[in-house]
């Protein structure tokens, strides 16, 4: 049976989900109290975080009268709790990547992506450090009496685990490849629920998709003659200026295009008697 203790904080849960329109899951596992702490402090304007046993988050989320909303616990991993607010999810998502901060690796931590070594000098005088870093696949050599990284070098991939001497070289090198924070798992709007793959946004990289799209999709309502107020103008020139060569071409006269003829037929005559001279027949 559940206490009345563990009931109130069910309770709680249920009523924020009715009190905020979007609810995430999140993972705090490796996250220091102090910075949690200071996190909430930041966000508490606009959001809620509740940290409580896994069991109470998935039993509130069930009982919730929003549809759908359940499917939040699957997304639990290392230490969940959940964040409330009314921003939209990926407003949400943003706002807490920009709130992390870099920070050394630790033996036993996966790499969140590749990790690169940058080509540059170094501080480090010659030493056996020079033989940690080439064991490290760094391509490392002397110059001017200081060790310098000769090229960009890939030391882990993404997925792979940091070694004890892997992640003390790089501290040494003042690398620091991990990030903390507090990290979105997935999030619900409207019964659905996002993963943090499709919030994440590389907002450059959408917006020259969507001008692309908006270029792309003017010039075919121009090619299939589909007017709008964006695209008349560029379709009614096109038409008289297609009208008025067909209208040369075929020596349709009129006022607007007589000159023109005429023009053209001198050319004609001018080049056909330049010919004949050519060849001697004039």
Do not use: W
Request: glycine content about 6%; some cysteine; charged content about 20%.
């Amino acid at each position: 049976m559940v206490t009345e203790q563990k009931s109130q904080v069910v309770n709680k849960l249920k009523d924020l989900t009715e009190k905020y329109s979007i609810v995430a899951s999140l993972d705090l596992f490796g996250l220091p109290a102090k910075q949690l702490q200071n996190m909430r402090e930041e966000l508490r304007c606009n959001c809620e975080i509740l940290m409580t046993k896994h069991r109470l988050m998935t039993i509130a989320l069930n009982e919730s009268s929003k549809k759908g909303i359940g499917k939040l616990s699957e997304s639990f991993r290392g230490m969940p709790a959940l964040i409330f607010t009314n921003d939209n999810p990926f407003k949400l998502f943003k706002k807490l990547e920009k709130s992390k901060s870099p920070i050394a690796a630790k033996a036993g931590q996966v790499a969140p992506k590749d990790i690169i070594v940058p080509a540059g000098s170094t501080n480090f005088s010659p030493g056996p450090i020079i033989g940690e870093l080439k064991s490290a696949g760094i391509d490392a050599g002397i110059i001017n009496g200081k060790i310098e990284i000769k090229s960009d070098s890939t030391v882990l991939k993404k997925g792979e685990t940091f070694t004890e001497s892997l992640s003390s070289l790089l501290a040494r090198l003042d690398i620091k490849p991990m990030e903390v924070g507090l990290n979105l798992v997935s999030a619900y709007e409207n019964g659905l629920v996002f993963d943090a793959d499709v919030l994440k946004i590389d907002e450059t990289a959408f917006a020259a998709k969507l001008a692309s799209a908006i270029s792309g999709g003017f010039n075919l309502s121009v090619e299939v003659v589909y007017f709008n107020k964006q695209n008349i103008n560029l379709i009614l020139n096109n038409a008289i200026s297609q009208s008025r060569n067909l209208a040369i071409n075929e020596c349709l006269v009129n006022s607007q295009i007589i000159e023109d003829i005429l023009a053209r037929a001198t050319a004609n005559a001018n080049g056909l008697k330049s010919e004949l001279q050519t060849n001697g027949f004039a």
